[in-house]
């Protein structure tokens, strides 16, 4: 069926093509797979309106077996048994049609169900043949040296910016002449300066405030002049020595020893 389908069935007819079978094979199937898939579509619909005639033939049907079945009834009142008997037959008869109608029906869909799946497949298995030719046709062009190629000038390319940018952050001038390990020492020493010199700052004395001495009462009628609060003068703060006078005061004191 899929050989139908897709072109392989007769392809052995005709001993005359010699070498150039091959060169038309993918072309022929490409073709009757096309064809093959427009007369699918054709029977689907082609069956579609045959379910659709019998639909109508069945309701059509199923009206006569109500009308012989009313027919009987009225025949049966008035006592005449062979226009009833008769009309019982018709209305057998329409049964029967309905019945096989509906048998015909059956089939129709279990075809219509079989075609559609069918074309669901031939679509499928033509995608994946596609997709397989694209696949094939991409790989031929591409070649592992070529990707080793790339990967390489990638490599490349990655290495010389990285030299690039080395050269641009290395310093220029002045600051090229500059020794960071003499900075670092430098700045050292400027630390440990000002480390020395606070260490030898003497602490600030606090200002005190003596309190004003209490006045003697005031005889009655007596008057004394207000003597104003004076605050103590803070004492003055020791004069702070130099290194070098704190030096020439160690060694003073270690000739003495």
């Given at each position: 069926?899929?050989?139908?389908?897709f072109?392989?069935?007769g392809g052995?007819?005709?001993?005359?093509?010699?070498?150039?079978?091959?060169?038309?094979?993918?072309?022929?199937?490409?073709?009757?797979?096309?064809?093959?898939?427009?007369?699918?579509?054709?029977?689907?619909q082609?069956?579609?309106e045959?379910e659709?005639?019998?639909?109508?033939?069945?309701?059509?049907?199923?009206k006569?077996v109500?009308e012989?079945?009313?027919?009987?009834k009225e025949?049966?009142?008035?006592?005449?048994?062979?226009?009833?008997?008769?009309s019982?037959?018709?209305k057998k008869?329409?049964?029967?049609?309905?019945e096989?109608?509906?048998?015909?029906?059956?089939?129709?869909n279990?075809?219509?169900m079989?075609?559609?799946n069918?074309r669901?497949?031939?679509?499928?298995?033509?995608?994946?043949?596609?997709g397989?030719?694209a696949?094939?046709?991409?790989?031929?062009?591409?070649n592992?040296d070529?990707?080793d190629?790339t990967?390489?000038?990638?490599?490349e390319a990655?290495?010389?910016m990285?030299?690039?940018n080395d050269?641009?952050?290395?310093?220029?001038?002045?600051?090229?002449?500059?020794?960071?390990?003499?900075?670092?020492a430098?700045l050292?020493e400027?630390e440990?300066e000002d480390?020395d010199?606070?260490?030898?700052e003497p602490?600030?004395?606090p200002?005190?405030?003596?309190?004003?001495r209490?006045?003697?009462?005031?005889?009655?009628?007596?008057?004394?002049?207000?003597?104003?609060?004076q605050?103590?003068?803070?004492?003055?703060?020791?004069?702070?020595?130099?290194?070098?006078e704190?030096?020439?005061e160690a060694?003073?004191?270690?000739?003495a020893?």
């Amino acid at each position: 069926m899929f050989k139908k389908l897709f072109g392989q069935g007769g392809g052995h007819g005709g001993g005359g093509g010699g070498g150039g079978g091959g060169g038309t094979s993918q072309s022929g199937t490409r073709q009757v797979t096309a064809t093959s898939t427009q007369k699918t579509v054709d029977a689907i619909q082609k069956l579609g309106e045959t379910e659709e005639l019998l639909n109508k033939r069945r309701n059509l049907l199923e009206k006569k077996v109500n009308e012989a079945l009313e027919k009987t009834k009225e025949y049966q009142r008035a006592k005449n048994q062979r226009a009833a008997l008769m009309s019982l037959k018709r209305k057998k008869a329409y049964e029967k049609q309905i019945e096989q109608i509906d048998n015909s029906i059956s089939r129709v869909n279990e075809q219509q169900m079989m075609l559609e799946n069918q074309r669901t497949t031939a679509e499928t298995v033509l995608a994946l043949q596609q997709g397989v030719r694209a696949n094939k046709a991409t790989m031929q062009e591409l070649n592992i040296d070529d990707v080793d190629k790339t990967m390489d000038e990638i490599s490349e390319a990655q290495d010389q910016m990285q030299q690039m940018n080395d050269v641009l952050s290395q310093p220029i001038g002045t600051a090229a002449d500059l020794d960071e390990d003499e900075l670092a020492a430098e700045l050292a020493e400027l630390e440990a300066e000002d480390l020395d010199s606070q260490l030898l700052e003497p602490a600030p004395v606090p200002a005190t405030r003596v309190p004003a001495r209490a006045q003697p009462a005031a005889a009655a009628g007596e008057r004394y002049p207000a003597v104003p609060a004076q605050s103590a003068r803070p004492a003055a703060r020791p004069k702070q020595k130099t290194p070098e006078e704190l030096e020439l005061e160690a060694l003073e004191a270690e000739m003495a020893a």
